[in-house]
T-cell receptor, first 113, second 109 residues
Framework: DGGITQSPKYLFRKEGQNVTLSCEQN?????MYWYRQDPGQGLRLIYY???????QKGDIAEGYSVSREKKESFPLTVTSAQKNPTAFYLC????????????FGEGSRLTVL | GQNIDQPTEMTATEGAIVQINCTYQ??????LFWYQQHAGEAPTFLSY????GLEEKGRFSSFLSRSKGYSYLLLKELQMKDSASYLC??????????FGSGTRLSIRP
């Protein structure tokens, strides 16, 4: 089945550690996105990528990094520079044309101890 | 700047109709999405509007006015399972998709 796979689903991290969240899609979508969601809040855009080897900062990129070496993969690294990384992280993808919905993975919940 | 506004919370009665409004100011406009999100889960797609007017899909309808920077989601024949957050999102220029803060809808019997 086509879809977006995020892993791990739950992750615990000590302060000062970098962690990488995986996002893989087999929908052949051009565009991919990372969002952060805090309790009771909406989704805030971290990074997005329209094509391979290209990505842009969203509204809250500080303390995060991404890569887009393959069309199907868009991993997110939460670095130690991110002051408050505990959150629910959602990866999404979309066909690059003028129509089409944004498909979401099931999310990764990161807790910093 | 870019801004998307929606009410924080709404309450409605089972079987009734509720309208959730969304206003936006963005650089460029390629379309507007509505998503439903239950607590702890990923959002699920409800609708996408790119042209002005009303799009109906079963119990859910979505309206767009590009000139007014305004959209609404209309939910009819409310059911208890419709208790969720409803997210408005705008696809602005250069593939950027930004979300509002969401509207938490509570349905009472």
């Amino acid at each position: 089945d086509g879809g977006i796979t995020q892993s791990p689903k739950y992750l615990f991290r000590k302060e000062g550690q970098n962690v990488t969240l995986s996002c893989e899609q087999n929908l052949n979508h051009d565009a991919m996105y990372w969002y952060r969601q805090d309790p009771g809040q909406g989704l805030r855009l971290i990074y997005y990528s329209q094509i391979v080897n290209d990505f842009q900062k969203g509204d809250i990129a500080e303390g995060y990094s991404v890569s887009r070496e393959k069309k199907e993969s868009f991993p997110l690294t939460v670095t130690s520079a991110q002051k408050n990384p505990t959150a629910f992280y959602l990866c999404a993808s979309k066909w690059g044309g003028v129509t089409g919905e944004l498909f979401f993975g099931e999310g990764s919940r990161l807790t910093v101890l | 700047g870019q801004n998307i506004d929606q009410p924080t919370e709404m309450t409605a009665t089972e079987g009734a109709i509720v309208q959730i409004n969304c206003t936006y100011q963005t650089s460029g406009f390629n379309g507007l999405f509505w998503y439903q999100q239950h607590a702890g889960e990923a959002p699920t797609f409800l609708s996408y509007n790119v042209l002005d007017g009303l799009e109906e899909k079963g119990r859910f309808s979505s309206f767009l006015s590009r000139s007014k920077g305004y959209s609404y989601l209309l939910l009819k024949e409310l059911q208890m399972k419709d208790s969720a957050s409803y997210l408005c999102a705008v696809w602005s220029s250069a593939s950027k998709i930004i979300f509002g803060s969401g509207t938490r809808l509570s349905i009472r019997p």
